[in-house]
């Protein structure tokens, strides 16, 4: 037995399923998770110190690499000063200054402690400004584990096969519309139904959580018209594509400004943090300028703004050489796989905006909803993650996420990884 093995099954008597986020525990692809020691630039070291290439990066945040010494240096000195006052701090103003430069449509901007809380308010938000009461969202899209945003989500759900929860009440439910990603004519349908009722629309401007689906044009422009024509509140959840797919986000990538963004991962360098922010007139309504309730014991927590100045100060001030390296590294990775496949007879499919990427085991040339991403080889492509993992390439656990890479992979790693890529496809 490894020591992962042996890990699992104590963790199993007393933490449910093994792990604190069930997408860690491998359901979607079989077998027993990695229990992870420790991580450093582009590696992670499992329990029995294996080293892998990771393009997970704890599911975003780690776009600077692992253990980046200028993220450690910022939390080292912030935790000399205590850990947490529950009153404001300058770096607030620091951080909220940072993102309304680097996403100028978030006129406002409120710290939280992770993107659930983001999307939750931000829906909240939404509902208080306009006095309406349903939300729509896209199905296979997951923005977080509150209640009305668990109704045909992705991630987990996907993977686990359940994508509304059980526990989410009927009364909360009916109000959640789900429209078809990247099908215009599903949300006009839904807005001649129910449009005097719809708060906002809520989007993964580019889909990770049903594998990496990128909008197709005119998608985001549609639903920025739907809204304008409803008074609707568009927000964009950012949490995975801030600060990844471009600096300013996906709305700066595609030039679409929404009236809400919600931010996460990235944006704490690693810490637990999220934020959500947007039209200053709208975010007036939150308390304690407005009505609509929101608090955090945590929230805007010292050390997580350090982590988080540090990481969007650094990707601010060299932003040009990080985003092309990440998106030419995604890139390379991703022609690379589909050159392996295609030589080992494999179809294989792949998508990819910025440091963003996604592979498709599918004849379908060109992937762009969830019905096709919900129709690959499974089997596939649980052998191929098993085969990458005894390589040494640790690939997010399910077929739903998107892959990341950061400025630490190395030409080298990317070329193994693709190496180790044409090996798997071999024995498939
Ligand atoms: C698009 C999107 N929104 C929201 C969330 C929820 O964020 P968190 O896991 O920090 O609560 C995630 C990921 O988990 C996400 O990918
Ligand atoms: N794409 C899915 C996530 O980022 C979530 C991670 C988790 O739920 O642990």
Redesign the pocket.
């Given at each position: 037995m490894t020591r992962s093995e042996q890990l699992f099954a104590k963790a199993q008597q007393s933490i449910p399923g093994g792990v604190n986020s069930p997408v860690r525990a491998f359901k979607g692809v079989g077998g027993d998770p990695l229990f992870v020691s420790k991580a450093d630039g582009a590696y992670l070291y499992d329990a029995d110190d294996k080293a892998y290439i990771d393009y997970v990066g704890s599911?975003?945040p780690m776009i600077l690499g692992h253990n980046n010494p200028i993220i450690r240096e910022a939390v080292h000195k912030a935790v000399d000063n205590g850990l947490s006052y529950g009153a404001p701090t300058e770096n607030e103003i620091v951080m909220a200054e940072l993102v309304k430069k680097l996403v100028p449509s978030m006129e406002k901007v409120r710290m939280v402690n992770?993107?659930?809380?983001?999307?939750m308010t931000a829906i909240r938000l939404a509902r208080g400004y306009t006095k309406k009461n349903k939300l729509l969202k896209f199905e296979g899209?997951?923005?977080?584990?509150a209640d009305s945003l668990l109704v045909k989500a992705g991630?987990g759900m996907l993977t686990l096969g359940e994508p509304s929860s059980p526990g989410v009440p009927e009364d909360v439910a009916k109000h959640t519309l789900t429209a078809t990603f990247n099908d215009l004519d599903s949300v006009k349908a839904l807005f001649q139904e129910f449009g005097d009722d719809i708060a906002c629309i809520i989007v993964?401007p580019v889909a990770?959580?049903m594998n990496c689906i990128p909008p197709v044009d005119g998608f985001l422009e549609g639903l920025r018209a739907i809204c304008d024509e409803y008074q609707a509140v568009l927000i964009f959840?950012e949490?995975?594509t801030g600060f990844r797919v471009s600096l300013g986000g996906a709305q700066a990538h595609y030039n679409i400004c929404p009236d809400l963004t919600?931010l996460?991962?990235v944006i704490g360098g690693g810490m637990p943090v999220?934020a959500f922010g947007g039209k200053a007139e709208i975010m007036a309504c939150i308390a304690p300028e407005g009505p609509v309730y929101q608090a955090g014991t945590l929230s805007g927590n010292p050390i997580a703004m350090a982590a988080g100045i540090a990481a969007l100060t650094e990707l601010s001030t060299n932003q040009e050489s990080i985003y092309q390296d990440i998106t030419a590294k995604a890139e390379k990775l991703v022609t690379g796989f589909k050159a392996q496949a295609d030589k080992a007879g494999v179809a294989l499919t792949t998508n990819q905006v910025g440091g963003m990427f996604g592979f498709f085991f599918s004849t379908d040339e060109k992937i762009t909803g969830y019905k096709q991403a919900t129709q690959c080889n499974m089997e596939q492509f649980q052998k191929f993650y098993h085969l990458m993992l005894e390589e040494g390439v640790y690939l997010a656990p399910s077929a739903y996420e998107a892959g990341f890479t950061s400025t630490a992979h190395s030409d080298e790693d990317i070329n193994n990884t693709i190496a180790a890529a044409g090996r798997a496809f071999a024995k498939l």
């Open positions: 599911w975003g992770s993107g659930t809380e983001a999307t899209c997951y923005h977080g584990h991630s993964e990770g959580n959840d949490v995975m919600t996460g991962k999220g």
